[in-house]
């Protein structure tokens, strides 16, 4: 199933149907099987997700919500900042379209049934395995966990 982009806000080097179709690669990589919808926006509007739907009041870099009832039909939603990944892209040397990719996958593994929170580095060695599949750089948990302890980009869940 084609994957649907909503692009918000636009960005230079970001192509709607390259993500498109990265999002069908990685769909079909982590095994989530259903339509999903990506949204790219605003750190405003990820701000205001985080807090409506996770009682946070800080912006993110990525957000997924899987169906609020099961669906064989539906996974789920990824939401992006493209702000962050801006962000993220440049502190870490690689493309902006690289970062979304990254963040796209962690949305994905979430909706996979993955929690990085809870599941004592399941996600984790999952994501890093799926980035080298996919070639793409560092993930977000990987780089966090990388990092000397007072340079350790925070995880922004």
Do not use: W
């Not at 962050?84 to 909706?111: D, M, T, W």
């Not at 004592?120 to 560092?138: F, Q």
């Amino acid at each position: 199933m084609q994957p649907t982009i909503i692009v918000k806000q636009k960005m230079r080097g970001l192509s709607e149907r390259a993500l498109a179709d990265f999002v069908a690669q990685a769909c079909r990589a982590t095994g989530v099987r259903g339509a999903v919808t990506v949204l790219l926006t605003s750190s405003r509007e990820l701000r205001r997700l985080n807090f409506r739907f996770r009682g946070k009041a800080h912006a993110t870099d990525v957000l997924s919500f899987p169906p609020l009832v099961a669906s064989q039909d539906f996974a789920g939603d990824v939401a992006i900042s493209l702000d962050i990944a801006a962000q993220n892209a440049r502190e870490l040397g690689h493309s902006l379209p690289e970062e979304v990719q990254i963040l796209i996958l962690h949305g994905l593994l979430h909706l996979a049934g993955y929690d990085h929170e809870r599941d004592n580095g399941t996600m984790a060695s999952r994501e890093v395995r799926l980035r080298r599949r996919l070639k793409l750089p560092a993930g977000l948990i990987e780089r966090a966990a990388d990092a000397p302890a007072g340079r350790r980009p925070r995880l922004r869940t």
